[in-house]
C-alpha cells in the first residue's frame, strides 16, 4: 500500500470543505486561496483550484465579481452565496463529527474519548 496515495485521498476528502472554510472568511482571489492552504501545508494547484472553484459556483454556493486590476487583467474575487453558507454549516457539521469520531478511535484507551469544547475550538483555529 502506498502512503502517498492514502494520504492524498484524504486530503482530497475535505478540500472543498478547506475551500469554503477561507472563502467564509471573506471574499477570496483564487491565489489568495491557494496561499492560505499552502500555510496551512494544504497544497493545491491552479489546475486543481479552478475546476473546484466553477463547480461550487455552477452549485450556485459560490458567488463571484470582478474587479480592475492595475497590474494585469482583472481579477475574480469569489464569495459565498447564502446556499454556500448554509451548505458550509452541514460540512462543518460533519467535519466535527468525523473528526471526533477520528480521534476517538485513534487515541489511547486512558484517554478520555469524550471531545472538549477546546477541541472544537482547536479544529476552527484551523480552518
Avoid: H
Avoid at 478547506?18 to 482571489?29: H, N
Avoid at 459560490?62 to 474575487?77: A, C, H, I, Q
Avoid at 467535519?95 to 472538549?116: G, H, I, M, R, Y
Amino acid at each position: 500500500m502506498n502512503i502517498e496515495n492514502t494520504a492524498s485521498q484524504m486530503r482530497k476528502g475535505v478540500l472543498e470543505f478547506c475551500i469554503l472554510s477561507v472563502i467564509k472568511q471573506g471574499e477570496a482571489y483564487p491565489s489568495d486561496i491557494i496561499d492560505k492552504m499552502k500555510k496551512a501545508n494544504l497544497n493545491i494547484l491552479e489546475g486543481t483550484l479552478y475546476p473546484l472553484l466553477t463547480r461550487l459556483k455552477n452549485a450556485e454556493l459560490l458567488s463571484y465579481r470582478w474587479e480592475e486590476s492595475t497590474s494585469g487583467p482583472p481579477r475574480k474575487y469569489f464569495s459565498l452565496t447564502p446556499k454556500g453558507a448554509e451548505f458550509y454549516k452541514e460540512l462543518e457539521t460533519t467535519w466535527f463529527e468525523l473528526a471526533n469520531a477520528v480521534k476517538t478511535l485513534t487515541q489511547s484507551e486512558d484517554a478520555d474519548p469524550e471531545p472538549t469544547e477546546t477541541d472544537n475550538n482547536n479544529f476552527n483555529t484551523q480552518q
